[in-house]
């Protein structure tokens, strides 16, 4: 039988990251979820791709086959903790798109070891994207948006602070 799954703060739980594989970074919004990939060693995240979100049951289909095609061991989600410090609307959601995913994966993806979700504080990270988008590859913010560039930055830039905080 398999183990459920680990969906906590990276903080709490960065000493049970899975080794040896690779991680998906996930930026998880109301239309679509950027994704970036690390290497299994943990050391560079790149972006990867953005899925356009319809209904969850197609939204997981998609990630399922990126979960095959490279090889995912692990998962770290963007997790949108206010300026302050505080866990506003966005983060409940995150959270009950992490605990859907966990239940909804085809049992084939599922480690014996159980699931392993990491949330990250992603405070920024669309703000630090947008300059870089705006002020390195000059294009506009909203065509980048338009482009599914700024979401795959997005998480990007969320998975390589995660792999930097790791030991």
């Not at 966990?102 to 084939?108: E, I, V, Y």
């Not at 980048?144 to 795959?152: L, N, P, S, Y």
Request: negative net charge.
């Amino acid at each position: 039988m398999k183990a459920d799954f680990i969906l906590d703060l990276l903080e709490n739980i960065a000493e049970k990251c899975p080794k040896e594989k690779n991680l998906l970074g996930m930026d998880i919004g109301r239309k679509t979820i950027g994704l970036a990939l690390s290497d299994s060693a943990h050391c560079i995240a790149t972006p990867l791709k953005t899925i356009q979100r319809t209904k969850f049951s197609k939204d997981i289909r998609q990630l399922e086959d990126i979960i095959k095609d490279y090889d995912v061991g692990g998962y770290v989600l963007g997790y949108p903790i206010n300026m302050d410090g505080s866990e506003g609307p966005r983060c409940q959601s995150v959270r009950d798109f992490a605990l859907e995913f966990a239940s909804q994966l085809s049992d084939s993806l599922k480690p014996d070891s159980g699931l392993w979700i990491a949330l990250w504080d992603e405070r920024l990270s669309t703000a630090s994207v947008d300059n870089f988008v705006n002020e390195t590859v000059n294009i506009k913010k909203s065509r980048a948006k338009e482009k599914g560039i700024t979401d795959k930055l997005a998480a990007q830039h969320i998975l390589q602070g995660a792999l930097d905080f790791m030991p």
